[in-house]
């Protein structure tokens, strides 16, 4: 037995990348993560879109280290101290104000599916309504209300209850025949015969990283906004994965212009991989009772630190801004050479979130496994991992960005092979 065998029998079975990358990693810096037998290793997964600014950035563990060090506060559940009240003011700053946001901010429980609970209770408490629309192909959070607005089957299974309360629509060019949902609300929430309810929200994301890197268009993202505008019903941007800079902007809606109701952002939203998570949403909606939505960890102090650094040192201009869009394009040129050698094979994305599809079951695995053999981390998404998801560093350097490109290419000509 080795090593990792020995350990990882003590770990639920529940674990899913240590099955795929079965090296025990012991530290990373930037672009790369380095395993206990000496193994290095580029990284276009970066935590899942956790680590949108690279591993144990200098320019944020400096503040984090002094924070530390002089016995900064680290719990506080939703106490106001100085690490919030900068992060807060920074936020307003830096991101809010610029794009002329007046939302307030709420700190819930510190991953992605407790803002997306958050959002999803909000919208039914503002509302009194109880449906929330949702789209084929979303990814919400594995808690039981984002589950409930998550369509992946083996996700679902996993509830053990119903998951009631959700209108489910074709997302932006769903299916084989590229169909858009958006005719089919507007008739449903239109007439009053069709046995549908109005709804209390719609979530959706911009997105759709889990789903399989499916890209919504700016004009389908205009249209739903502004049925929802007509129809009063909230809109709800997932922005956990797309955010933070992903496709450019901080907020991934950003280019198609519209303003939504509430935003649930995560991941990337600390800068350096510390759990943390917003429900941002419109000053009027803001009718919680003290307490109403809480929880032990809402407040840390360590994440605000690293959040405010990642703020100021990225979002004080748009120089990352430039930088990412200059690097989509980059990935762009390379994938479009790649895949036209193979029928069947299709790239999309925005900025630096991109995935490649593969129409045979089981070849996008197959290439993530032989890209990690030559010492690339890719993962997989879509409901049957027919797509190999890239989610590089956006500081990444265009000369690591091309020897990780380069690495999938070979990877790729040699599953297809």
Known sequence: MTVIDDVACLESEVRVYSRSWPDIFTRASGDRIHAADGSVYLDFFMGAGALNYGHANPLLKAP?????????????????????????????????????LDYKVQFTGPTGTNAVEAALKLARKVTGRETVVAFTRSFHGVSLGALAVTANADKRAG???????????????????????????????????????LPAAVIVETVQGEGGVNIAGAEWLQRLAAMCSKWDILLVVDDIQAGCGRTGGFFSFEDAGILPDIVCLSKSISGYGLPMALTLFRRELD??????????????????????????????????????????????????????????????????????????????????????????????????????????????SPADLRAGLRILGGAIDRTMA
Not at 83 to 90: G, I, P, Q, W, Y
Not at 94 to 100: A, E, I, K, Q, T
Not at 298 to 316: E, H, I, M, Q
Not at 358 to 375: C, I, K, N, Q, T
């Open 64 to 100: 984090l280290i002094d924070y530390l060090t002089a016995d900064g506060i680290v719990h506080s559940l939703d106490m106001m101290t100085e690490a919030k009240s900068d992060f807060l003011r920074s936020f307003q700053e830096l991101v809010l104000r610029p794009r002329h």
């Open 159 to 197: 509830a053990g209850v119903p998951l009631d309360h959700v209108l489910r629509i074709p997302y932006d060019g769903f299916g084989q025949h590229g169909v858009s949902g958006l005719d089919l609300l507007d008739d449903l929430i239109r007439d009053t015969g069709s046995g549908i309810s």
């Open 287 to 396: 009718v919680w009772n003290p307490g109403e939505h809480n929880g032990t960890f809402r407040g840390s102090n360590p994440a605000f630190v690293t959040a405010t650094a990642a703020l100021r040192t990225y979002w004080s201009d748009e120089v990352l801004h430039k930088e990412v869009v200059a690097k989509g394009e980059l990935v762009s040129d390379y994938l479009t050479a790649v895949c036209s050698r193979y029928p069947g094979v299709v790239h999309r994305g925005r900025g630096l979130f991109w995935g490649v599809e593969f129409a045979e079951p089981g070849l996008a695995r197959r290439v993530s496994a032989a890209a990690y053999e030559d010492g690339l981390l890719v993962e997989t998404s879509g409901p049957d991992d027919e797509v190999v998801k890239l989610l590089p560093s956006l500081l990444i």
